[in-house]
């Protein structure tokens, strides 16, 4: 029964090794017919000796091929083995990878053993890869993701911009990633609660917006999905968290929105974003005029950091501790106290120049203040110019990101 077992098993594995010259069927028949092996069960002529000599072999006639419960265990263990060889050539199972490989950028490895799972059937592998993709992307989810991309969509009227962060520098240039992040953008800015989250705060709901449909064209993303959906096939092809973590929008009733993307590797995308609302007292001001002083400002607001629109909004509580510790300060000095007292609200000033934004040095021109740039420009258009509102957006502000030292990594991945 061995020898049996063997004989059968045998030519099935060059066969499907791709090293037999003739194709399986012949094999078969081979069996079927031919007269040329011995079983010692049944031949009376193996006395101990070779199985393989002629003497042993000549004198047992071979019997009908019936196929035992054992050569059926081989036949369907032979089955189960990579049976692709026969049913898909060479040639297109090297097509089907470099087409799943494209069309998922997942590693080539995986993308084999999807094809050969789904029996080389390029949907059911595709829709493999992404079920696991995406349990993957899951279990990634607890890694901080500091770093992304900001991406901005906006009108003449209506801006919106939004975060979408990864892990590492390397996948937000990704050009996968970032048509992800400004395909986002401008779903928000057709969102239909927008002008209601707008009368009541500059944030967008991240829930809303993931819950929206969004219609990809990209060769490796093609076709109608959720926001949140397509974050996480994303996430899935890079291989790392992705994470849509806050979006912003401002809006313009009598007036322009104006931006700024510092560190824009394309258009609507950067990792530092400036944008204000520039706002005309009776409407109808020249929108080219507007826009190129809007864009200067927009240029500042991201050069400067200010933290409020006018020495007016600076917040008590700001201004409040920042004298206590300026009278600190002071009191080391051992001046008088009518001395520490102007020390100290000379430098509150000071302080208040420096984060209000209308209050500042313009950044393009540091020996005039915005305050004085709007004057001009409401000269030049014949009506009052001043700033709505504006906003300062940049990449990974406020994550504590992760130190890991070169011992810890290596241990890491040694254990």
Same mark, same amino acid.
């Given at each position: 029964? +061995?020898?049996?077992?063997?004989?059968?098993? /045998?030519?099935?594995?060059?066969?499907?090794?791709?090293?037999?010259?003739?194709?399986?069927?012949?094999?078969?028949?081979?069996?079927?017919?031919?007269?040329?092996?011995?079983?010692?069960?049944?031949?009376?002529? +193996?006395?101990?000796?070779?199985?393989?000599?002629?003497?042993?072999?000549?004198?047992?006639?071979?019997?009908? +091929?019936?196929?035992?419960?054992?050569?059926?265990?081989?036949?369907?263990?032979?089955?189960?083995?990579?049976?692709?060889?026969?049913?898909?050539?060479?040639?297109?199972?090297?097509?089907?990878?470099?087409?799943?490989?494209?069309?998922?950028?997942?590693?080539?490895?995986?993308? /084999?053993?999807?094809?050969?799972?789904?029996?080389?059937?390029?949907?059911?592998?595709?829709?493999?890869l992404r079920k696991k993709g995406i349990a993957g992307a899951s279990k990634k989810g607890a890694r901080i993701a500091a770093e992304g991309m900001l991406a901005l969509a906006q009108d003449e009227k209506v801006a919106a911009v939004i975060e979408l962060n990864c892990e590492t520098d390397f996948v937000a240039r990704n050009e996968i990633f970032q048509y992800l992040a400004l395909s986002v953008a401008r779903s928000a800015l057709t969102m239909d609660a927008l002008p209601k989250l707008l009368s009541e705060s500059a944030t967008i709901d991240l829930k809303l917006l993931g819950e929206m449909n969004i219609v990809l064209d990209h060769p490796k993303l093609t076709r109608e999905i959720t926001v949140?959906?397509?974050?996480?096939?994303?996430?899935?092809?890079?291989?790392?968290?992705?994470?849509?973590?806050?979006?912003?929008?401002?809006?313009?009733?009598?007036?322009?929105?104006?931006?700024?993307?510092?560190?824009?590797?394309?258009?609507?995308?950067?990792?530092?974003?400036?944008?204000?609302?520039?706002?005309?007292?009776?409407?109808?001001?020249?929108?080219?005029?507007?826009?190129?002083?809007?864009?200067?400002?927009?240029?500042?607001?991201?050069?400067?950091?200010?933290? +409020?629109?006018?020495?007016?909004?600076?917040?008590?509580?700001?201004?409040?501790?920042?004298?206590?510790?300026?009278?600190?300060?002071?009191?080391?000095?051992?001046?008088?106290?009518?001395?520490?007292?102007?020390?100290?609200?000379?430098?509150?000033?000071?302080?208040?120049?420096?984060?209000?934004?209308?209050?500042? /040095?313009?950044?393009?021109?540091?020996?005039?203040?915005?305050?004085?740039?709007?004057?001009?420009?409401? /000269?030049?258009?014949?009506?009052?110019?001043?700033?709505?509102?504006?906003?300062?957006?940049?990449?990974?502000?406020?994550?504590?990101?992760?130190?890991?030292?070169?011992?810890?990594?290596?241990?890491?991945?040694?254990?």
């Amino acid at each position: 029964m +061995f020898l049996i077992g063997f004989l059968v098993a /045998k030519p099935f594995e060059m066969a499907y090794s791709g090293r037999a010259q003739r194709p399986i069927s012949s094999l078969l028949k081979q069996l079927k017919t031919s007269h040329s092996y011995s079983s010692w069960t049944r031949c009376n002529g +193996f006395n101990g000796q070779s199985m393989f000599q002629s003497n042993a072999i000549s004198r047992c006639k071979a019997p009908s +091929f019936r196929p035992t419960a054992e050569l059926g265990w081989v036949l369907g263990f032979s089955h189960a083995c990579r049976r692709y060889s026969a049913e898909v050539g060479s040639t297109e199972q090297v097509g089907l990878i470099k087409q799943l490989r494209e069309r998922t950028s997942a590693p080539m490895k995986d993308v /084999k053993a999807a094809l050969v799972d789904c029996n080389w059937d390029l949907e059911a592998a595709y829709t493999e890869l992404r079920k696991k993709g995406i349990a993957g992307a899951s279990k990634k989810g607890a890694r901080i993701a500091a770093e992304g991309m900001l991406a901005l969509a906006q009108d003449e009227k209506v801006a919106a911009v939004i975060e979408l962060n990864c892990e590492t520098d390397f996948v937000a240039r990704n050009e996968i990633f970032q048509y992800l992040a400004l395909s986002v953008a401008r779903s928000a800015l057709t969102m239909d609660a927008l002008p209601k989250l707008l009368s009541e705060s500059a944030t967008i709901d991240l829930k809303l917006l993931g819950e929206m449909n969004i219609v990809l064209d990209h060769p490796k993303l093609t076709r109608e999905i959720t926001v949140q959906d397509a974050i996480m096939e994303v996430a899935a092809i890079m291989g790392e968290n992705v994470k849509l973590r806050r979006g912003f929008a401002l809006s313009s009733a009598n007036g322009i929105v104006s931006s700024y993307l510092h560190t824009s590797p394309q258009p609507g995308l950067g990792r530092i974003a400036g944008l204000l609302t520039l706002e005309s007292e009776n409407g109808g001001a020249p929108t080219e005029v507007l826009q190129r002083v809007g864009s200067n400002l927009a240029m500042h607001v991201v050069a400067a950091r200010p933290l +409020f629109l006018s020495r007016d909004h600076v917040a008590t509580k700001t201004l409040e501790a920042e004298r206590d510790i300026l009278k600190t300060q002071a009191a080391a000095s051992g001046k008088p106290q009518a001395a520490i007292e102007k020390m100290v609200e000379g430098r509150l000033r000071k302080f208040v120049e420096e984060i209000a934004l209308l209050e500042q /040095k313009f950044v393009m021109n540091d020996k005039v203040n915005v305050k004085s740039v709007l004057e001009d420009l409401s /000269k030049e258009v014949g009506q009052q110019i001043k700033v709505g509102s504006f906003l300062r957006v940049e990449v990974g502000e406020g994550i504590q990101r992760q130190e890991n030292s070169f011992a810890s990594e290596v241990a890491a991945q040694v254990g």
